[in-house]
């Protein structure tokens, strides 16, 4: 079919940052539920998932399958709460399956997989592969003469993957400026903070010399994230990344920015005290 016309509205930053507490609920209900770890990083990046299904990607649940819609790509798939809390708010997936995250044969595993729920572009959570995915994706549309854009989203610590750089390399060398990685800078890997592993090096400044555009935001404020999100792309005839510095356990306040809560399960009461902190309920519980 010919190109389909996408149009965003302009943002209305009260709106994202009520919907942001409401789908943070959400995340730590499904975790409480499920039993299952990572909340920190769902948190972290969910501030940036939002803000491209809302205002960036030309994707809509009408038009799921056609071919000229833009790809998202989580490639941080141990996140994925914070992608299936956007889907669910958005229409793409119904609200009642978030109760069924995390369990047996559900279509909402902690990891994102396309046999489960077909909507998806592909499986992830074996990091260091979204990028060259999302490259190649990129590449193909190219050939095809598809005005197609391709968003990918990745840790800060996956970048310690020799597979991203090499991607990086040939999206570069092919002049793949319909192709946008950002990166969830929120400091902290499985098992401690990320500039002590990745030696202290700026990945905006990595990027760049890989013969990318780059820039740096803060990735929990919407103005900063949706103003990066409109310069795209940021150079033409170039890739662009960006590098968005986040909090761990972004929202709640007692999850903020601690290691421990990269794998810890929230109790029933770490559960309340974080609904009591965000002010809202989570959205499959309204």
Same mark, same amino acid.
């Given at each position: 079919?010919?190109?389909?016309?996408?149009?965003?509205?302009?943002?209305?930053?009260?709106?994202?940052?009520?919907?942001?507490?409401?789908?943070?609920?959400?995340?730590?209900?499904?975790?409480?539920?499920?039993?299952?770890?990572?909340?920190?990083?769902?948190?972290?990046?969910?501030?940036?998932?939002?803000?491209?299904?809302?205002?960036?990607?030309?994707?809509?649940?009408?038009?799921?399958?056609?071919?000229?819609?833009?790809?998202?790509?989580?490639?941080?798939?141990?996140?994925?709460?914070? #992608?299936?809390?956007?889907?669910?708010?958005?229409?793409?997936?119904?609200?009642?399956?978030?109760?069924?995250?995390?369990?047996?044969?559900?279509?909402?595993?902690?990891?994102?997989?396309? =046999?489960?729920?077909?909507?998806?572009?592909?499986?992830?959570?074996?990091?260091?592969?979204?990028?060259?995915?999302?490259?190649? /994706?990129?590449?193909?549309?190219? #050939?095809?003469?598809?005005?197609?854009?391709?968003?990918?989203? /990745?840790?800060?610590?996956?970048?310690?993957?020799?597979?991203?750089?090499?991607?990086?390399?040939?999206?570069?060398?092919?002049?793949?400026?319909?192709?946008?990685?950002?990166?969830?800078?929120?400091?902290?890997?499985?098992?401690?903070?990320?500039?002590?592993?990745?030696?202290?090096?700026?990945?905006?400044?990595?990027?760049?010399?890989?013969?990318?555009?780059?820039?740096?935001?803060?990735?929990?404020?919407?103005?900063?994230?949706?103003?990066?999100?409109?310069?795209?792309?940021?150079?033409?005839?170039?890739?662009?990344?960006?590098?968005?510095?986040?909090?761990?356990?972004?929202?709640?306040?007692? /999850?903020?920015?601690?290691?421990?809560?990269?794998?810890?399960?929230?109790?029933?009461?770490?559960?309340?005290?974080?609904?009591?902190?965000?002010?809202?309920?989570?959205? =499959?519980?309204?």
């Amino acid at each position: 079919m010919g190109l389909l016309t996408w149009e965003k509205s302009d943002p209305d930053i009260i709106y994202f940052q009520t919907k942001a507490r409401q789908l943070r609920a959400t995340c730590v209900q499904m975790a409480h539920d499920s039993r299952e770890g990572h909340l920190s990083s769902s948190l972290s990046c969910l501030d940036l998932v939002l803000a491209l299904y809302r205002h960036w990607l030309r994707l809509s649940p009408q038009h799921s399958n056609v071919p000229d819609r833009d790809r998202f790509i989580l490639s941080k798939g141990h996140g994925c709460t914070a #992608l299936y809390a956007v889907l669910a708010d958005q229409g793409f997936i119904s609200k009642n399956i978030l109760s069924q995250y995390g369990q047996g044969g559900s279509p909402l595993p902690n990891h994102p997989c396309r =046999h489960a729920l077909p909507l998806l572009e592909c499986s992830s959570g074996s990091l260091g592969q979204g990028l060259g995915i999302a490259t190649g /994706m990129a590449y193909g549309f190219r #050939l095809d003469q598809i005005d197609s854009r391709v968003a990918v989203l /990745m840790g800060d610590g996956e970048c310690n993957e020799g597979s991203v750089w090499e991607a990086a390399t040939f999206a570069a060398a092919s002049h793949l400026d319909n192709l946008l990685a950002i990166v969830d800078y929120n400091g902290i890997q499985a098992v401690g903070r990320s500039d002590l592993l990745a030696g202290h090096t700026s990945l905006e400044n990595k990027f760049r010399a890989f013969g990318w555009g780059a820039c740096t935001i803060n990735g929990n404020d919407f103005r900063e994230i949706i103003s990066a999100l409109k310069d795209f792309p940021f150079e033409q005839g170039r890739p662009s990344a960006i590098i968005g510095q986040t909090r761990g356990g972004a929202g709640v306040s007692f /999850m903020e920015d601690q290691v421990l809560w990269h794998y810890r399960v929230p109790t029933a009461r770490d559960l309340q005290q974080a609904l009591d902190e965000l002010g809202e309920r989570p959205i =499959h519980k309204e």
